[in-house]
């Protein structure tokens, strides 16, 4: 199995777009890519614009490589519903838009899959459900909470095992926190995970500390309950400077188990960028007539 991050927030932009290659089949997770509109009081660097103009790009190439589709939730970030052909002669795995869903995920659902029209070779609706492909099968989970509770809605968690190893994706979690979100990491002990992290950069606003230690002691308990020998975390997390410092009770477990613990960059062997935790630093010296005026709400 290879696993190949394609854009995330240590990468520069907004997203968890993640693209895997088995022996019987190419899949592509959560095809989408975004920016925060307003961090720091300020809109997107132009950086940030050139970066998710890039991004878009790739993913784009990568979608025309793979099989299957899968998109865990209808946010901005996970998926592009204004560039619909990219599901054209796909199979697409897709989260129910009308079963544990909130009330603008059902709205965006109902609004992407009138763009689909009939370009894709199949839809799915995925929660809870297993698709195999000889060797390879794609299993969800049930629809678990956006978060510490159900107000952003639900998404579903990815599991994709070749018959030699396993992958999670967990996709917005925001941690994981809650109990129902780590047992499908632990039922499914795969060999290597890409969690969304908890969302600290929001701590004391919309996510507490409570959430975050919660989070910490489920990301311990994967590394020292299943088989996982890569833990990959990045989206949420990385929206943080501080993102390192916060990870060290974790980075000592893993060191301890010999479980490379990482950012999706770090991953796939580059350096972090982190580009909008770096926003005011980023604008230092811009020219304020080079500033975008305005930026669409993109979560």
């Given amino acids: 199995m290879r696993i190949t991050p394609l854009a995330s927030e240590s990468m520069g932009t907004r997203s968890m777009a993640t693209f895997i290659k088995t022996k019987d089949c190419k899949i592509l997770i959560d095809p989408g890519v975004a920016l925060c509109p307003i961090r720091y009081k300020l809109p997107p660097h132009p950086l940030e614009i050139e970066r998710m103009d890039t991004h878009w790009e790739k993913i784009k190439e990568y979608t025309k490589k793979a099989d299957v589709l899968i998109v865990t939730h209808y946010h901005y970030d996970h ?3 204004d560039e619909p052909e990219i599901f054209k002669n796909k ?16 709205k965006r659902a109902r609004y992407f899959l009138e763009q689909l029209e009939e370009l894709p070779k199949k839809i799915e ?10 060797d390879t099968t794609i299993k969800f989970s049930k629809a678990v909470p956006h978060g510490t509770n159900t107000k952003l809605g639900y998404v579903t968690e990815v599991c994709i095992d070749d018959g030699k190893e396993g ?7 925001e941690g994981p926190s809650l109990n129902e979100q780590v047992q499908f990491i632990l039922d499914e ?8 992290g908890p969302m600290t950069y929001m701590m004391g606003f919309r996510y507490s500390k409570k959430s975050f230690e919660a989070s910490i002691e489920n990301i311990i308990r994967v590394i020292k309950e299943t088989k996982v020998k890569k833990f990959a975390i990045d ?28 950012s999706f960059a770090e991953f796939a062997g580059k350096e972090n960028e982190i580009l909008e935790a770096r926003r005011k630093e980023l604008y230092i010296g811009t020219n304020r007539k080079q500033m975008p005026k305005t930026f669409d709400l993109v979560i």
Avoid: G
């Avoid at 992958?167 to 979690?173: A, E, G, H, K, M």
């Avoid at 989206?235 to 990482?262: I, M, N, Q, S, Y």
């Fill in 189 to 196: 002990n795969p060999n290597t995970v890409f969690c969304d």
């Fill in 79 to 81: 998926h592009d519903p």
């Fill in 91 to 106: 199979t697409l795995y897709t989260k129910h838009p009308m079963k544990d869903i909130n009330k603008s995920q059902k």
């Fill in 235 to 262: 989206h949420h997390f990385l929206r943080d400077l501080k993102w390192d410092e916060r990870l060290k009770k974790a980075f000592k477990a893993a060191k301890k188990r010999k479980v490379k613990l990482t």
């Fill in 125 to 134: 609706f995925s929660d809870e459900k297993e698709f195999s492909f000889k």
């Fill in 167 to 173: 992958f999670i994706y967990t996709s917005d979690v």
